[in-house]
Structures are given as C-alpha cells and as structure tokens.
C-alpha cells in the first residue's frame, strides 16, 4: 500500500497502469508490479518530481517474502524500520459525538485479480482480488448483466443472489461484502464481493485420499452444512445448488470451517443433486445427504457424476447407500417423499444431542422430537 500523508495530498500516480487516489477518500492505493509503478510528488500538478517503481520479483513471491518477513524477527536496523505505524490506539475518555453530514457518494470498488480464475460458470467467472484502495483480499464474482428481454431471466438470478447474500449472516454461509454494476466493454457487469477462502469440497477430496480423514471432513461438512440449511429454512429460503463446489471452507487453527455459497447464480441440473418433485427447503437436504454421499465415496459413488443412469437407477443407488452402516444415520434424508423427509433441524436435534436445540433457527415448536 502507498499512502499519502502530505499535508497538500500533493502525490500521485500517472501512467497507463496508474489507479489514482480516489478524491475526498483516505489517500491510499495498492502499488505492485504493474500497478500504479509511476509516482509523482509536488507541484500544482504533482509531477514536479517523478520515479518509476521497479519490482524485483513477482506479486506472487513479494507476498510469500512479506509473510517471512512478519513471521521472522527482523535483525535490527534502520532500513528495516516501519514507516507506517498503524497499531489500534485506546479508546477517547469520553463520548465522541459525530456530525450527521453526508459525505460523498461511495465510490466504484476498484479491484484486480491476482493469479487465475478461481472458477466459472455459465453466467460469470470469480477471482481472486484485491481491493486497489484497501489492499483487502476477497473473492469477486463477475457475472454479465445482459439488457433487454432476453436477458430477464439473467438478471433476475443476479439480483436474488445479492439480496439473499446481502440479508444473512451465518456463520457456515460465506460473508458478502458488496455488490456493484459496472460497465466493462460496453456490456453492464455485477461485481459481487465475498470472503476470500481457502478453497471448495470438490477441490478439497480430490486431493486427499486417506478414508480416515474423508470420514472426518464428511462428519464436519455434515453437521455444518444442517446448521447452515437449518438457517436458510428459517429465513424461508431454498438454496437449490448444494453441491461440493458450492461449499466452501477455511482452516480456522487447524479446523475446518465450512461455508455454503453461490445462492440462485448456477444452473444445475443434474438429477444426482435434484430430486425431481417440486422444491422446498427438503430439496437441500437431499442435496446434502448426496453430497456427504460424495464426500464418503461409498461404494464408488462419485462415479455416477460421469453416467447418464435414469433416474430411478439413481435414487435407488442413494437409497441403497443409506442402508450401509456408515451411512445409516442419514436414513431419514432419503425418504422420496419430500413432506416425509427430515428436515435439517430434525437432523440436529436427534442426531447431534440435545444441546443443539438452542442453536436451532426453526422454531423448536415447530421440530418434532422424533425424525
């Protein structure tokens, strides 16, 4: 980050690869290999002084160095001396009254990605970012925004996506930051903003192959994702798209921690992950029950991704599944009948002990004792 604590703001940037400080905002930008790598100081128009920035190593291998470097103890010497010091201070002594007048309008957040696309979909790719004026690492998902009739359908899942994610706070469902439309190309593009995490389930399993630690993170994403499902009915929302991909995680001191994502955006239609009768809150729960079904791999499981069975031979493979003994606490998730499923509160409160029912979203009045 660059910051600007001149008394006249009399620094700036200029160039093709130039992001200005934003007026009226705190004079602060990220600078990187080729971002913002020409700098200007003084003058009326400050360029009275220039110098161009020269990086001697990637993005990549600055940001592994910067870690080293907070994570070793610095031999002591004045060059390696902090020139910002921005430690939280003690709170005033007393009340502070703040004046209510409008500021300036929000502006754009400027972003750019870092590496490779995390991800993409039919209507939208997400990347990994940074936020130009914060230095903020997030995750952005960039989905077009068609005009015109033809594109109705387009941007009404955009605009769900966003009021859903933008009215909850869970902590098993990822964090939303923002959103915003912007033009890119001469085609209107919603930016939305979330939590940066580690990575997905689907990533997560293809690289282990321990059965012990896949029992293991099928028995976490199990009881996170009914408390995350749970929630989602309690708010009167179906998410439809409970899949592996869609869950993702942190490592929160050496724990798993996993997050439900991509609300209404995907359009996923295999019958594997959609029970084919109309949708409630129980079609989550299906979805999950086939996900841990992947996670465990029982029986070769995940093998029917790359088939085209009928359905019947489908659902009979789940309900096959759950009368293994590994998977028999499941059982109640795979009635066909969606008004005889268990729902996620159900779940929780006979299968993860009694002292789950005060974390419970549902109404307790409204989960039987017995699933």
């Given amino acids: 980050m660059c910051y600007d604590r001149s008394g006249g703001q009399s620094s700036q940037f200029f160039g093709a690869d130039a992001v200005p400080f934003w007026p009226d905002y705190p004079r602060k930008v990220v600078v990187q290999d080729g971002l913002n790598t020409n700098l200007g100081m003084g003058g009326a128009r400050q360029n009275l002084v220039q110098f161009r920035l020269r990086w001697h190593c990637s993005n990549g291998g600055l940001a592994r160095m910067l ?78 925004s068609p005009l015109g009739p033809a594109g109705q359908l387009e941007r009404s899942m955009v605009k769900r996506e966003v009021e859903i994610l933008s009215g909850i706070r869970h902590e098993h469902i990822v964090d939303y930051i923002s959103s915003q439309v912007v033009m890119d190309q001469g085609h209107p593009m919603t930016d939305i903003f979330m939590g940066l995490k580690d990575g997905n389930l689907h990533g997560l399993l293809l690289r282990t192959a321990d059965t012990g630690h896949l029992q293991l993170v099928a028995e976490v994403v199990f009881h996170q994702m009914l408390h995350a499902l749970d929630y989602l009915a309690g708010k009167g929302i179906i998410h439809r798209d409970v899949k592996p991909e869609n869950i993702m995680y942190v490592m929160d001191a050496g724990e798993y921690v996993f997050q439900l994502g991509d609300f209404g955006l995907s359009c996923w239609e295999n019958q594997l992950f959609h ?65 005889s499923r268990a729902s996620a509160a159900q779940m929780l409160k006979e299968h993860f002990s009694r002292r789950e029912a005060p974390k419970l979203t549902t109404l307790a009045k409204r989960v039987p004792g017995q699933v």
């Avoid at 069975?309 to 493979?317: D, G, K, L, S």
Wanted: glycine share 6%; charged share 25%; net charge neutral.
């Fill in 67 to 144: 870690e080293q470097r907070e994570n070793a103890r610095l031999e002591e010497n004045p060059r390696f001396a902090k020139t910002l010091f921005d430690a939280d201070t003690a709170a005033p002594s007393r009340m502070e009254m703040r004046a209510h007048i409008a500021g300036p309008p929000r502006p754009l957040t400027r972003w750019c990605a870092v590496g490779p696309a995390l991800g993409s979909g039919e209507f939208g790719t997400v990347h990994k970012a940074r936020d130009l004026d914060s230095g903020q690492l997030m995750a952005v998902k960039r989905v077009r």
């Fill in 275 to 339: 029970p084919g009768q109309r949708q409630t809150s129980k079609a989550d729960v299906w979805s999950l029950l086939v996900t841990v079904l992947w996670t465990l791999d029982v029986g070769g499981f995940r093998k029917l991704e790359r088939t085209n069975e009928p359905y019947e031979e489908v659902q009979a493979t789940i309900l096959a599944a759950v009368r293994l003994p590994d998977c028999v606490a499941m059982r109640e998730m795979a009635v066909v009948e969606p008004a």
